[in-house]
């Protein structure tokens, strides 16, 4: 119930651009199949989270601590967004 759930999708970026979360519960976001290629590899720098999803089934898995905003992007930072941790 606390698990804070994510389904991110690709529409010329990731989709929803901006994703809201509380800090201190535990975020579990999932890529969607639109999402493809490099788009795959999903990275949060400033909160530690770095992850290759293989297919929808896998999911990036954290708990963040730091409140504020921060950029999430692919690997190649070719598409991107911003958490918000309130």
Known sequence: GDIQKITLGFKNNYYPNT???EAGK???ITLD???RGCFRSF????LG???RSQ???DTIKFTPTQKGSFEFA????MGYGTIVVN
């Open 49 to 51: 989270v770095s992850y």
């Open 26 to 28: 535990p975020v579990e």
């Open 55 to 57: 297919n929808p089934l």
């Open 43 to 46: 990275n949060i720098r400033e």
């Open 19 to 21: 994703i809201t979360v």
């Open 33 to 35: 199949n639109s999402v």
């Open 74 to 77: 692919c690997g190649m930072r």
